[in-house]
């Protein structure tokens, strides 16, 4: 079993995300991360896609996204081929004796302080996964009052332009 991250290139319009989304479930595929956005062209959104599986079965899900009406593109997102990132928000309980070693936790790792109130802080960190995880882990020992993930998203390394895939 391995993991792929796909860098789907779809066109902005209702009801793509249920497409694409309905071919994993109607397969029954687990999608692991889901991240969509519009790109800097209006018309088309980018949709970062990672799921597990062992290797006929990724090669398949491509396949089958790379048939879908709405799909541009498609391009496996590799690890050193690509720069993938996930943001954080961590709300932490945080009185005024916690208050400086969540802050020493959240500075080693370059995180921000992007709340402070009377017993807690929240804290934002981007990075790619394992960073993620290793700062959730440090900070499981405090009181985490809430989390949210982001889920994966990324673009491949190098000089390409989304006009490219235009008709």
């Given amino acids: 079993m391995r993991r792929m991250v796909l860098s789907i290139l779809v066109d902005n319009t209702s ?8 071919l994993f ?15 800097q062209d209006e018309k088309l959104s980018r949709m970062t896609v990672a799921v597990t599986g062992d290797d006929p079965i ?4 491509k396949k089958q996204v790379a048939k879908l009406e709405d799909v ?3 391009q496996e997102l590799k690890e050193f081929e690509s720069v993938c990132r996930e943001l954080v928000l961590v709300k932490v309980a945080a009185g005024k004796k916690e ?8 500075d080693i790792f370059r995180a921000k302080i992007v709340d402070v109130a009377e017993e ?3 804290v934002e ?5 394992a960073k993620i995880d290793a700062f959730i882990n440090l900070l499981s020992s405090y009181t985490i009052l ?3 993930r982001t889920g994966l998203t990324g673009l491949g390394r190098g000089a390409r332009d989304i006009a490219d895939y235009m008709d």
């Fill in 15 to 22: 009801g793509v995300l249920s497409r694409v989304s309905g």
């Fill in 125 to 129: 960190l981007t990075g790619n996964q």
């Fill in 25 to 39: 479930s109607r397969r029954g595929y687990n999608i692991d991360s889901l991240t969509v956005s519009e790109t």
């Fill in 58 to 61: 990724l090669e398949q899900i």
């Fill in 99 to 106: 208050r400086e070693s969540v802050i020493s936790v959240a």
């Fill in 146 to 148: 809430e989390l949210v």
């Fill in 72 to 74: 541009r593109e498609i």
């Fill in 120 to 122: 807690s802080l929240m």
